[in-house]
């Protein structure tokens, strides 16, 4: 028996690979499926069962695909509601693969279709729970993603209780729990950086699964919820229904277009430029109008935090040789209408002698300088409330960058807006969104609150 964890970091997303005697199962596949096919070709083993937990929110699977290449069926557990043909199974279905089994674990409460597959060995001893967004380490699946009318988040907290405590709790300490999502995802809110674990010490740390009343427990997950990312619902959507082969997205997506070929679709209404280049590359020459949204930060959720539209057109400035990396990643969260990328990245943009524009920005240094002449500064901090709460300039205003378009008449049209986050790349975003819609008086501080907290002017 073969168990392979298949983790993408920008998501924090874990796919698992299950072989044993020459068959393959894979759990929550990623949107382009020829790494498992190929895996499986040089294992001369075939891929008999795609498994998902649950309809993804957060990603777009590659259930479909992957079934359509390799005509294994897709497998959900109770009450799952998919347009296409799949299996839907029954709480404790057990499916053979080669000389080991996979139980069907039905665990509503993150949603009422999610389910838990239970691996037993080629001995019958259950080795391995793949637990999706029901039960990560350190934290359960967040219950407020699939309210509606006539579910609301408390009630599916109640169920997601009930899960844990009928279905979870009894299982053995040693099994080892592979989760959906690691430190980073939006699915939950305290998820450890460790990507597995026993479940007996998931027992001891866990504070979900600690001995609490079901009233206990349902304040304790609910508590602190940030509002989820626009794109959710987009991908839930898309993963019931289905999505466009990544392929042609991908092919579309990656045509080269020379400055002035970019610049004319640019111009064209709604079309958005999407900068993915480093912050500190962004601020010294920038396309007009474009948005920063760097590639080696959380490129995909912040993009579907603040692109709300999941059919928007968008153009690509990135470094050369990463714009593949940057559509696929993209394609990863449903955004499909990439018309193509500026060839020869920016620096064919000031060769071929177009507009270019920038951000002001200065030290934190020079701004604790400026700060120390005159406490009445206009200051924004686009952290995290929770961040905020934690520590702030007296005088900044907390605007989160997740809430930027609601909150952009909070920005000052007169005075300067000094712009911080907590490291420098929500505040770049921030800036660039500013000067997209008029606002030529920002000022970016480098570093944000990090480095303004080693100045000395926090104290006292």
């Not at 007009?288 to 059919?311: C, E, H, M």
Request: hydrophobic letters at 35%.
């Amino acid at each position: 028996m073969k168990v392979e964890q298949i983790y993408t970091g920008c998501l924090a997303q874990g796919a698992y690979y299950i072989e044993s005697a020459g068959e393959v199962a894979i759990i929550d596949p990623l949107r382009e499926v020829h790494s498992y096919i190929e895996k499986s070709k040089r294992n001369n083993a075939t891929i008999k069962y795609i498994f998902e937990t649950h309809f993804h929110a957060d990603f777009v699977s590659g259930h479909l695909e992957l079934s359509q290449k390799t005509n294994a069926p897709i497998i959900f557990g109770p009450k799952a509601n998919p347009t296409f043909e799949a299996v839907i199974a029954t709480d404790n279905q057990e499916f053979k693969l080669g000389n080991v089994t996979i139980k069907v674990l039905h665990t509503p409460g993150h949603t009422m279709e999610s389910s838990c597959f239970l691996l037993f060995d080629e001995n019958g001893k259950a080795t391995n729970l793949f637990s999706g967004d029901t039960l990560f380490i350190g934290d359960v699946g967040r219950p407020d993603l699939a309210q509606n009318g006539s579910m609301t988040m408390e009630d599916l907290a109640g169920h997601l209780y009930d899960s844990l405590q009928t279905k979870i709790m009894p299982l053995a300490d040693d099994i080892i729990v592979y989760p959906a999502h690691g430190a980073g995802s939006a699915c939950g809110k305290n998820m450890s950086k460790e990507r597995s674990d026993t479940l007996g010490n998931q027992k001891a740390v866990n504070y979900a699964l600690q001995p609490q009343t079901k009233e206990q427990f349902i304040v304790a997950v609910t508590d602190g919820l940030t509002p989820p990312p626009f794109y959710f619902p987009k991908n839930v959507q898309l993963n019931k229904s289905g999505s466009q082969d990544v392929t042609g997205v991908m092919e579309r997506g990656l045509t080269p277009l020379n400055p002035n070929e970019f610049e004319d679709l640019a111009n064209t209404i709604d079309t958005l430029v999407i900068d993915t280049r480093k912050p500190e590359m962004f601020r010294v020459g920038f396309i007009p109008r474009s948005i920063f949204i760097g590639i080696d930060g959380d490129f995909a959720p912040w993009v579907g935090t603040l692109v709300r539209d999941i059919q928007q057109e968008i153009l690509i400035v990135a470094d050369e040789g990463r714009e593949e990396e940057v559509i696929k990643r993209l394609a990863r969260v449903g955004y499909d209408n990439v018309l193509g990328y500026l060839k020869g990245g920016f620096e064919a943009w000031k060769i071929a002698g177009k507009e270019i524009d920038e951000v002001e920005s200065i030290t934190a240094d020079e701004f604790a300088n400026i700060y120390r002449n005159d406490n009445h500064l206009t200051i924004k901090d686009v952290r995290k409330t929770t961040e905020f709460e934690a520590g702030h300039i007296k005088e900044a205003e907390n605007i989160p960058l997740a809430q930027i378009s609601e909150l952009m008449t909070e920005f000052d049209e007169e005075e300067t807006n000094y712009i911080h986050c907590a490291g420098g790349y929500r505040s770049m975003v921030a800036s660039s969104i500013l000067k997209s819609r008029g606002y030529d008086n920002v000022v970016d501080i480098q570093g944000g609150f990090g480095a303004i907290a080693g100045t000395g002017i926090l104290e006292g």
